[in-house]
């Protein structure tokens, strides 16, 4: 099930959904190196500056509990018609990309 809350707390649920990937591989979100986050369009000016906002929020706190205040991953944003669970209130998908030293 997709969390309930808008943006901040999906993207809050993704971020550490890639931090448990990374955690099985014995890495850290310290190791990510770009994340490509897709936010559902909702057509509306505010509402989308409200979630890029919130969105944006949410990223800078969960890498700055993991440590990472300087330096974050690359990051590329984009606002998609859909996400690709239609089905359900999915606001945010993010692909993430990490370097882990073996």
């Known amino acids: 099930p997709v969390v309930e ?3 901040g707390p999906q993207t809050t649920q993704c971020l550490k959904n890639v931090a448990a990937i990374l955690e099985s591989l014995h ?3 310290t190791c990510l190196v770009s994340i490509d986050v897709f936010l559902k369009d909702s057509g ?3 509402t989308r500056q409200d979630d890029w906002a919130k969105y944006n929020e949410a990223y800078k706190k969960f890498f700055a509990e993991h440590g990472v205040t300087k330096l974050l991953p690359a990051r590329m944003q984009v606002w998609v ?3 690709p669970w239609a089905t359900e209130d999915t606001l945010v998908e993010i692909r993430a990309v990490a370097a882990i030293p073996w």
């Open 5 to 7: 809350g808008g943006v």
């Open 27 to 29: 890495a850290s979100p």
């Open 44 to 46: 509306d000016t505010q």
């Open 81 to 83: 018609a859909d996400v």
